[in-house]
């Protein structure tokens, strides 16, 4: 069932229950409008015998002919009872063959109240206690009320017909204002239709972009800027791979070319042989440096998360990364070194962490004259905070909010050390694993990375 459909009987149940409700309160409210109508005009009924009849002192036809003339409109099957309590006998009835039904209702009759209303089956009743010179007498007048259940049933048949009429147009009106509603839809989807990767810049359009349909454009639109950006930042992650896999490979196949042309001397194949293994250092540098950002974006959910002591974490880090480069020189500093273990411990993949901060100090002692990287090392109200600082050349401000894409090198860094420019993006999807914010701020002093993560003790408290 699509869309449409499901509306147009949406609103058409709906509807048609909102009229049933209304027309079925109608009926009930009109049927005892009715009723109360009737046990009135038997209340006067019975008020006008007594008058006569007490008044006049005799039970004759005479009383029988002024109780008709003063009803301009005759009751169905009347019947009129006066009943003393004192003689338990009916003195008066206006249709003595049928006393017997009221003498049913004499049990019912009770000296504190004045006035009854009954029913029994088409009959209604009312019975009024009346007290005239020391004798209790009750009048018991009934009818049936004709022209009463004749409005019902003429209004039963008029709603029964209305609502089916009310249904039918329902439904046809329902189904044209969901059509007209979802017309924006078919429109919407002709042009999603028309979107390929090769003209992944188009936008779908609407005109009305405050309502539902045109907040669902504007995600749309987003959601096609994601990709668009996405798109680019592959294209250009693969452009940057093949350029940086091209230059060691044309230069590994040339230096084997040469080598090959004529015979050398065992020196002049050394000393290839020494440029073709920096060559395949750098090809395997790579190839690993792109390996720890694959799989830190594929691994990103089945990652598992443990407590880890950052402090001993970056001292490891700090020797592994020494014992790989002998001429590395890294300082670390501890400020606020808090009492509490709780507030060095921090939830994360000490493997992927250690990458991290491995990076952050390769990437500052490479950048730095003297190979130096300075960290301070901070714990304070529930934060963890890791400053690597090393001199060197300043970043262009207009190169800061790209620092952190694959293959991206600044002109500074660039000229001054060899590089791919993926260290920083696997370091900035780390900290995006982790919940943590990776920060840069360059001056002409130097450059310093931030990296804050948060603690296992409750922020509330500070050192």
């Known amino acids: 069932m699509n869309i449409r459909t499901r509306l147009t009987y949406q609103f058409a149940f709906l509807v048609t229950l909102i009229l049933l409700f209304f027309s079925i309160g109608v009926y009930f409210f009109s049927k005892l409008y009715l009723e109360k109508r009737f046990y009135k005009r038997l209340q006067d009924r019975a008020i006008t015998t007594t008058t006569l009849l007490f008044d006049l002192q005799q039970t004759d ?41 009221h003498e049913q209702f004499i049990t019912l009759l009770t000296t504190t109240a004045q006035t009854l209303y009954l029913k029994k089956d088409e009959y209604q009743i009312v019975a009024i206690h009346l007290t005239r010179g020391g004798s209790n007498n009750w009048v018991i007048v009934s009818g049936i009320d004709q022209t009463g259940q004749d409005a019902l049933s003429d209004l039963k048949k008029i709603l029964t017909i209305m609502i089916l009429a009310a249904i039918l147009l329902l439904g046809i009106s329902g189904w044209i204002f969901a059509d007209r ?16 990767p090769t003209n992944v810049a188009m936008r779908v359009e609407h005109p009305n972009r405050s309502d539902e349909i045109g907040l669902l454009v504007d995600t749309f639109n987003q959601l096609l800027d994601r990709i668009e950006q996405a798109l680019k930042t592959q294209k250009m992650f693969i452009a940057n791979i093949s350029h940086e896999l091209k230059n060691p490979l044309t230069k590994i196949n040339s230096q084997i070319d040469v080598a090959l042309i004529q015979k050398r001397n065992p020196e002049a194949y050394e000393r290839t042989l020494q440029s073709l293994q920096e060559d395949a250092r750098t090809l395997t540098q790579l190839t690993n440096t792109l390996l720890e950002l694959a799989n830190t974006s594929i691994r990103a959910n089945d990652m598992p998360f443990e407590p880890v002591r950052m402090d001993e974490l970056l001292w490891e880090s700090k020797i592994q990364l020494q014992d790989w480069h002998d001429d590395y020189v890294i300082q670390l500093n501890f400020t606020e070194f808090p009492e509490d273990e709780e507030a060095l411990i921090a939830q994360g993949n000490k493997a992927s962490l250690k990458v991290l901060l491995m990076n952050l ?23 963890i905070i890791i400053a690597v600082f090393n001199e060197g050349p300043k970043i262009a401000a207009a190169d800061l909010p790209h620092i952190f894409q694959p293959f991206f090198r600044s002109n500074a860094t660039a000229q001054s050390s060899k590089g791919h420019g993926v260290g920083l993006a696997v370091v900035a999807q780390i900290a995006q694993i982790h919940q943590g914010d990776i920060a840069v701020r360059s001056t002409p002093e130097g450059t310093t990375f931030t990296f804050t993560i948060s603690s296992s003790q409750p922020s509330s408290e500070s050192f």
Do not use: H, W
């Open 61 to 101: 036809s005479t009383v029988l002919r002024l109780i008709d003339a003063s009803e301009k409109e005759p009751l169905l099957n009347e019947n009129i009872s006066v009943y003393n309590e004192q003689s338990k006998t009916i003195l008066f009835s206006t249709n003595p063959a049928n006393s017997q039904f």
């Open 361 to 383: 100090m390769d990437n500052a002692c490479k950048f730095s004259p003297e190979n130096t990287a300075k960290i301070d090392f901070r714990a304070r109200r529930g934060k």
């Open 181 to 196: 509603a979802l017309a924006p839809m078919s429109g919407i989807i002709q042009q999603v239709n028309r979107i390929f």
